[in-house]
């Protein structure tokens, strides 16, 4: 994911990765366009104590970027890993490899093929106002979204929760955000945003397993050798 969030850095707006934890949870087929539609208000916090209460995650992702001015878009996939409070691995293994792992101490942006890695301390990243800080279990969404259904339909084919979030700070790198929320765990099962450029970004999650007890040397950096080591201020 990684790629998390949405006040720009050099280190993540030059490999498009976004900083991001999502996660979700297998969903029995159980309907529910039959029931009254809960309040929205209802869902935040459900979604809200759902993340707080997770000690730890690891899931495979696809991750799609869309250039509107060159109408190209890229997919990646790999697999994230995420221990509360912010620690965050994303390993990308599609279509080459990439690493992005963030500590409360560092990120570090490890590019294989180009046998580069970009060093920034975490707070810079982790000071975000927006998703970041909900994802890391020290925010609220309330805070710094306004929070709607999606205009379209409140729910997609398997009665999941679609909702809409505005930030009530305008940035260049979010527009607004679109949450597809599991209806029996709320969780997150997708994420998508556009930027003020066009540009789309889209991530999904699969093979979702939570508090599983993850070791926090994932969550540690060491370059291999022979790779050029730049700073981020």
Same mark, same amino acid.
């Given at each position: 994911?990684?790629? #998390?969030?949405? !006040? &720009?850095?050099?280190? #993540?707006?030059?490999?498009?990765?976004?900083?991001? %934890?999502?996660? *979700?949870?297998?969903?029995?087929?159980?309907?529910?366009?039959?029931? =009254?539609?809960?309040?929205?208000?209802?869902?935040?916090?459900?979604?809200?104590?759902? $993340?707080?209460?997770?000690?730890? %995650?690891?899931?495979?992702?696809?991750?799609?970027?869309? &250039?509107?001015?060159?109408?190209?878009? /890229?997919? =990646?996939?790999?697999?994230? #890993?995420?221990?509360?409070?912010?620690?965050?691995?994303?390993? $990308?293994?599609?279509?080459? @490899?990439?690493?992005?792992?963030?500590?409360?101490?560092?990120?570090? %942006?490890?590019?294989?093929?180009?046998?580069?890695?970009?060093?920034?301390?975490?707070?810079?990243?982790?000071?975000?106002?927006?998703?970041? +800080?909900?994802? *890391?279990?020290? @925010?609220?969404?309330?805070?710094?979204? &306004?929070?709607?259904?999606?205009?379209?339909?409140?729910? /997609?084919?398997? @009665?999941?929760?679609?909702?809409?979030?505005?930030? !009530?700070?305008?940035?260049?790198?979010?527009?607004?955000?679109?949450?597809?929320?599991?209806? +029996?765990?709320?969780? &997150?099962?997708?994420?998508?945003? /556009?930027?003020?450029?066009? +540009?789309?970004?889209?991530?999904?999650? *699969?093979?979702?397993?939570?508090?599983?007890? %993850?070791?926090? !040397?994932? #969550?540690?950096?060491?370059?291999?050798?022979?790779?050029?080591?730049?700073?981020?201020?």
């Amino acid at each position: 994911m990684i790629k #998390f969030f949405f !006040k &720009i850095n050099k280190l #993540f707006t030059s490999t498009r990765v976004v900083l991001a %934890l999502v996660l *979700s949870l297998l969903c029995e087929p159980v309907c529910v366009f039959s029931e =009254e539609l809960p309040a929205v208000g209802d869902i935040v916090q459900k979604l809200q104590s759902a $993340y707080e209460n997770t000690k730890d %995650l690891k899931a495979d992702f696809i991750q799609e970027t869309t &250039i509107k001015s060159i109408k190209k878009t /890229d997919r =990646e996939e790999g697999r994230v #890993f995420y221990k509360n409070p912010k620690n965050m691995s994303w390993d $990308y293994t599609k279509p080459q @490899g990439k690493k992005l792992v963030i500590n409360s101490q560092m990120a570090w %942006l490890y590019l294989s093929a180009e046998k580069a890695a970009y060093r920034q301390k975490s707070e810079s990243i982790l000071q975000s106002k927006l998703l970041i +800080n909900f994802f *890391s279990g020290t @925010g609220k969404l309330n805070d710094n979204f &306004i929070i709607k259904y999606a205009q379209t339909r409140a729910w /997609d084919k398997d @009665g999941n929760y679609l909702l809409n979030l505005i930030p !009530k700070e305008k940035t260049a790198a979010c527009n607004a955000v679109k949450l597809t929320i599991d209806k +029996n765990n709320f969780y &997150i099962l997708q994420l998508s945003f /556009d930027d003020a450029l066009g +540009n789309s970004t889209m991530l999904k999650f *699969s093979n979702i397993a939570i508090n599983t007890g %993850l070791d926090a !040397k994932l #969550f540690q950096f060491q370059p291999p050798k022979g790779v050029q080591i730049f700073e981020i201020p």
